[in-house]
């Protein structure tokens, strides 16, 4: 493993100390686990094994690949307490399957892919997240986390940033980013159904924009965006006007507030996920990324291309009271040491990973 994905590691075990002991002996099963967020889950589980755990703990992963790839350079895929299973989680789940917590990452997370694949956007939000509840409901899980976004807030009123998990949204039905948004949301009713109708011990993260090492080169999510034409010198696009401002929360720290939650015995319940420091705009950010590379690219602003859908919220800021207070979340990593973390790591791989899914409209 990478050096510095191993440090990031060795610090998210340090801050779920206490929630580790959960998962000793237990059987965790992650869809969409070869993508940026599942793989660090995999990571963390069989590191925990190594340091903490006296039963280790097994993990099982599920992805169809749609934006991934089964080789990931975070994931040891010869640990004897990993299995990966090639399976598109819109279909059911394999019955013989047995799991005690069960975390639904399966998604297209970036707009590019949600734009490029939007029924399939829809059904793993939707058809997915009922196949697991139908597993969780079969299997009796002690615990399920199911992956929501911050985007189901929409655009917010500006009197509702930092934006409480009370917030009911501002969402269009039929807009550009509705494939994402509303299916988000109807993943959330399904939860929140399973869990009235038969105590399913489901909870929901809504994470805001969570970046690091491990997003890979063509994700088309801002930070990698930056990252990867900072490296080569060439300038960082903006769209618009560049006013539009986010609150980015590093890895590290994601996967404390998740684990924290997954590990949680408070079931039905949303928590917010992010760090709301330092609510930046995305010509600052691009400023921020150029100053930390040698080549030091221009801003460009740019018009919204085809491939990307139109109608982004304008700011998006997390209030964290709700997980702060209830399961002790504590984000630390500032913006500057997460994106200097994450060019580090980008400039390790640049050179090694294949090309995968070039934009044919960008
Ligand atoms: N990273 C963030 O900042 C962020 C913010 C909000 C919400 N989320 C949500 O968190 C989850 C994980 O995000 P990520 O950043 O790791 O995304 P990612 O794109 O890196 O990983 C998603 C993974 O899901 C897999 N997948 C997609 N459809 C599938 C299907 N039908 N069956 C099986 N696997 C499938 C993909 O191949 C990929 O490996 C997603 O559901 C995303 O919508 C992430």
């Given at each position: 493993?990478?050096k510095?994905?191993?440090?990031d590691?060795q610090?998210?075990?340090?801050?779920?100390?206490?929630?580790?002991?959960?998962?000793?002996?237990?059987?965790?099963?992650?869809?969409?686990?070869?993508?940026?967020?599942?793989?660090?889950?995999?990571?963390?589980?069989?590191?925990?094994?190594?340091?903490v755990?006296?039963?280790?703990?097994?993990?099982?992963?599920?992805?169809?690949?749609?934006?991934?790839?089964?080789?990931?350079?975070?994931?040891?895929?010869?640990?004897p307490?990993?299995?990966?299973?090639?399976?598109?989680?819109?279909?059911?789940?394999?019955?013989?399957?047995?799991?005690?917590?069960?975390?639904?990452?399966?998604?297209?997370?970036?707009?590019?892919?949600?734009?490029?694949?939007?029924l399939?956007?829809?059904?793993?939000?939707?058809?997915?997240?009922?196949?697991?509840?139908?597993?969780?409901?079969?299997?009796?899980?002690?615990?399920?986390?199911?992956?929501?976004?911050?985007?189901?807030?929409g655009?917010?009123?500006?009197n509702?940033?930092?934006?409480?998990?009370?917030?009911?949204g501002?969402?269009?039905?039929?807009?550009p980013?509705?494939?994402?948004?509303e299916?988000?949301?109807?993943?959330?009713?399904?939860?929140?159904?399973?869990?009235?109708l038969?105590?399913?011990?489901?909870k929901?993260?809504?994470?805001?924009?969570?970046?690091?090492?491990?997003?890979?080169?063509?994700?088309?999510?801002?930070?990698?965006?930056?990252?990867v034409?900072?490296?080569?010198?060439?300038?960082?696009?903006?769209?618009?006007?560049?006013?539009?401002?986010?609150?980015?929360?590093?890895?590290?720290?994601?996967?404390?507030?998740?684990?924290k939650?997954?590990?949680?015995?408070?079931?039905?319940?949303?928590?917010?996920?992010?760090?709301?420091?330092?609510?930046?705009?995305?010509?600052s950010?691009?400023?921020?990324?150029?100053?930390?590379?040698?080549?030091?690219?221009?801003?460009?602003?740019?018009?919204?291309?085809?491939?990307?859908?139109?109608?982004?919220p304008?700011?998006?800021?997390?209030?964290?009271?709700?997980?702060?207070?209830?399961l002790?979340?504590?984000?630390?990593?500032n913006?500057?040491?997460?994106?200097t973390?994450?060019?580090?790591?980008?400039?390790?791989?640049?050179?090694?990973?294949?090309?995968h899914?070039?934009?044919?409209?960008?």
């Open positions: 493993m990478n510095l994905v191993h440090e590691i610090s998210i075990i340090r801050s779920i100390r206490t929630e580790a002991k959960t998962f000793e002996g237990k059987t965790i099963l992650i869809s969409g686990g070869c993508g940026f967020l599942g793989s660090y889950f995999v990571a963390t589980f069989l590191e925990l094994n190594k340091k755990l006296k039963k280790p703990c097994k993990v099982i992963v599920m992805d169809n690949y749609i934006t991934s790839a089964e080789e990931n350079s975070i994931i040891d895929n010869t640990d307490h990993f299995t990966l299973m090639t399976h598109d989680v819109r279909n059911q789940l394999p019955h013989k399957l047995k799991a005690d917590y069960l975390i639904h990452a399966a998604g297209l997370a970036s707009p590019f892919y949600y734009r490029k694949f939007p399939e956007t829809i059904e793993v939000a939707v058809n997915g997240t009922k196949n697991f509840l139908e597993f969780a409901k079969s299997k009796k899980v002690k615990s399920m986390l199911y992956f929501s976004s911050s985007e189901v807030y655009d917010p009123n500006p509702y940033i930092p934006t409480p998990e009370g917030y009911w501002n969402v269009s039905a039929v807009g980013r509705a494939c994402y948004d299916s988000k949301r109807l993943g959330e009713t399904l939860c929140m159904t399973y869990h009235q038969y105590r399913i011990p489901v929901i993260v809504r994470p805001f924009n969570v970046y690091g090492p491990g997003m890979k080169v063509h994700d088309y999510r801002v930070i990698p965006t930056f990252m034409k900072a490296l080569k010198g060439e300038a960082l696009p903006v769209h618009d006007k560049g006013n539009q401002t986010r609150t980015f929360c590093y890895i590290t720290d994601a996967i404390q507030g998740f684990l939650v997954l590990a949680s015995e408070k079931n039905g319940e949303i928590y917010n996920v992010g760090r709301p420091n330092e609510e930046i705009n995305m010509v950010l691009g400023n921020l990324v150029s100053s930390l590379v040698t080549q030091k690219p221009t801003v460009e602003l740019i018009a919204y291309p085809a491939s990307y859908p139109a109608g982004e304008q700011r998006r800021c997390p209030d964290i009271t709700k997980i702060q207070k209830e002790g979340f504590k984000p630390s990593v913006l500057k040491t997460g994106l973390r994450t060019l580090t790591w980008y400039r390790s791989i640049l050179k090694t990973e294949p090309a899914n070039e934009p044919t409209t960008a």
